[in-house]
């Protein structure tokens, strides 16, 4: 009888069902819940799902074998713009595209043999998940955590929505293509910026994160020590005595050639309602997306609005004021001043309008006359923590580093009542409406008399209408009169529901707590969730490392502030590991116009097309469907079984790097997990066998230690050894069954189905799912035997067996008789042999 997965797989599938196995029990156990981030249902699975959730797996298994209660959910983030879109494209619903696309995926998932508690799953866009949500809105709106105010956005004028910086392509709408525009809207806002300073601090503690996803949270965060000032302004319309700046850089405050406010600027929309010029500069200025990149890459123009401003360090020194593309409200105060010696930004704004270009320090021991040569062609910036001359600095200000050259520019400022020392953050208050349907609806009513009103806890959830349309653009919640015209929860009269829908970040910042819980009428069940939090592992991509992550440190507080969630789970994750991509060859030839035209992988044989055409060949991308280079996990559990797939993406690198599938590589993993099959398919009689004892112990310490380090590709190496040392062995009868007993325990979290039948195979008792983790004899590991590397050179070519105790004339004499060695001395005597004992072996030819 032959290896067939599409047998047993199934059978062990149900088998673990029938039990219960892997539903998750409070109870006296020790916990762990292990979680990996949950999908968007766009319809189909990929490779990279396969990869995060067979880690997942093996975590949790692993865990669970070593006498844990595990918590190992699923779940899908299933509001959001895709489905919206779909609509539009190919008629229907969103709530049918997201249901049936959730069911496709759920089947697709479940042969993989995951350790899913099933019972839990639930969809962001479900009903109660929606009801418990809205109802943290209303206790967070409560306890002052939301607010509504007019912020300038991104807005698509044919979509006719809001769209996130990341949402913005090149200025355009990455939808509708059609010219972003900078559009004042009245939006709700959590105070997530209230909590900057402990946001950044808790960073390390988080001990159990990668040190690089703790460094992109701390630049998101941006904490920064400058200087807050007023500029005294000349002929500025009335009212505007005064424009307040923040700067990181007040040491090159004496380089200040000009002033630029932001087109939003109180002071700029003043200058333009007297001004033509200026009001159609300020319009073509709001057009401009509002990232960073955006910023960046645009042309740097302005205009000047005739204002003046007077030098704090020297009122007969005025500066012009501009109205900037490239400064924004949103940050600091909506005004800077250029200093563009050493500022690139400034000093191509400087060159393009003719403003002076003055240097405040030049390298160490630079005249004021070669730091100002030096910057007319470019600015000079220098690292801060480097030495500097300061050519045109404060009083007694010569040769300081960047950094001591702020601490002074602020002790100066204060002690001449100019300006104040603040400490400011990049973060920013997070801004959660959304002008679309397919969201979860922000639960408050607007009362001509009573204003904003939250809606009843009584009254929730507060779903979407269903008879909906998408023929118009625009979010059709604003259209729906039934849907939108409500009475006041609070005096009753006529008042208009809010059609604004929440970010679907919201969705996925509180996900990780519900699933303690999932069919609670509160949003969490404190017992519940007192034994479950933290999620002790979570595992997701880079690149959800700032936003996601950072939004559910948030809500994790805001969530213990409102009683939620208990004071220990303010850190809501205490490991995360982000794993790499999956990768495949892209295949491609061109059409009769030069275009490419991509090929799936199926179609591609040793280069050519079926018909015969040669493929160009483009290595190791990220698999994407427009490329065509994805691989479908349906037809390689289809075509292999579920632990060829999971053995492959656990056995080729180390997670945290990126994977290329390749069919020899899945053949391959097949081919093997045969031969385990074959290992306990014919037992023969014979004698025990102590080096196989020992090979055994070995790998349950060395696996065991690799899977805690998440060296999974480790592990695997290891079991490859065991297996070959199992059929090498001449051991046989009961010694040869506990050995493949103890293999089929060490491949239970990578090859659930193959472990269950080798177990099985091998007189092993119930289901080796429920086994205990075995542990290693110490005494077991400790070898007779050491392995000594060669080093020829300096380049390690060989290695060899000796005894620990074996004299260093004896280890001499070996190394001297050993192959590679004197392939490479051709005859002649070392120039050195030198052997450290139980260490290594240096050979200088």
Known sequence: MSYDPSQSEPHWQQAWQDAGTFRAIRDERPKYYVLEMFPYPSGRIHMGHVRNYTMGDVVARFKRAQGFSVLHPMGWDAFGMPAENAAMEQGGHPREWTYNNIATMRDQLRPLGLSIDW????????????????????????????YRKNAVVNWDPVDMTVLANEQVIDGKGWRSNAPVERRELTQWFFRISDYSEELLEALDGLNGWPEKVR?????????????????????????FDQIEVYTTRP????????????????????VEAANPAAAAFASEARKLGTSEEELEKADKVGFDTGVRVRHPLDPSVELPVWIANFVLMDYGTGAIFGSPAHDERDHEFATKYGLPIRATFGPKGATLAEADALVAGAPYVPLKTELVTFVRGFSGQTDQTGEDAVAAAIAHAEAAGFGEGVTKFRLRDWGISRQRYWGCPIPVVHCADCGTVPEKKENLPVL???DVTFDVPGNPLDRHPT????????????????????????????????????????PTDRTDADYWMNVDQYIGGIEHAILHLLYSRFFARAMAKTGHLPETAKEPFDALFTQGMVTHEIYLTEDERGRPVYHLPEDVVDGKLKDGTPVRIIPSAKMSKSKKNVV?????????????????????????????WTASGAEAAHRFLSRVWRLAD?????????????????????????????????SVAKLYELANAIGKSGAGGEHRRAALRALAQLMAPMVPHLAEELWSKAGGQGLVVDQPWPK??????????????????????????????????????????????????????????????????????
């Open 251 to 270: 040491d090159t405050l004496l380089g200040a050639s000009f002033v630029a406010i932001a087109a939003d600027h109180p002071l700029a929309k003043a």
């Open 776 to 845: 290693a004899d110490p005494a077991l590991l400790v070898s007779d035997a050491v392995v000594l590397p060669i080093q020829i050179n300096g380049k390690r070519r060989a290695e060899i067996a000796v005894p620990k105790d074996m004299p260093k004339d004896e280890i001499e004499a070996m190394v001297m008789a050993d192959e590679t060695v004197l392939r490479f001395l051709e005859g002649a005597a070392p120039k050195k042999l030198i052997v450290v004992p139980g260490r290594i072996v240096n050979v200088v030819v």
């Open 464 to 466: 979407l209408p269903q």
């Open 215 to 239: 460094l992109m949270q701390q630049n998101w965060i941006g904490r920064s020590r400058g200087l807050q000032f007023r500029f005294q302004t000349v002929n500025a319309p009335e009212g």
């Open 119 to 146: 019972s839990r799953e639930f969809a962001t866009c479900d009903d109660d998940y929606v009801a418990q949500q809205q109802s943290l809105f209303l206790d967070f709106l409560s306890a002052g955590l939301i």
């Open 682 to 714: 014919d037992i023969p009689e014979g004698d025990e066998d102590p080096e196989l004892l020992r090979a055994t112990h070995r790998a349950i310490d060395e696996i065991t230690r690799s899977i805690e380090g998440f060296s999974f590709n480790k």
């Open 483 to 522: 849907w939108r015209n409500v009475a006041c929860p609070n005096c009753g009269k006529p008042a208009r529901r809010e059609t604004d829908t929440m970010d679907t970040f919201v969705d996925s910042s509180w996900y990780y707590a519900r699933f303690t819980s999932p069919h609670a009428a509160t």
């Open 632 to 660: 479908d996990p349906v037809n390689i559990v289809s075509n292999f079984g579920a632990d060829t797939a999971r053995w492959f993406m656990l056995s080729d690198s180390p997670p945290e790097r990126d994977i290329e």
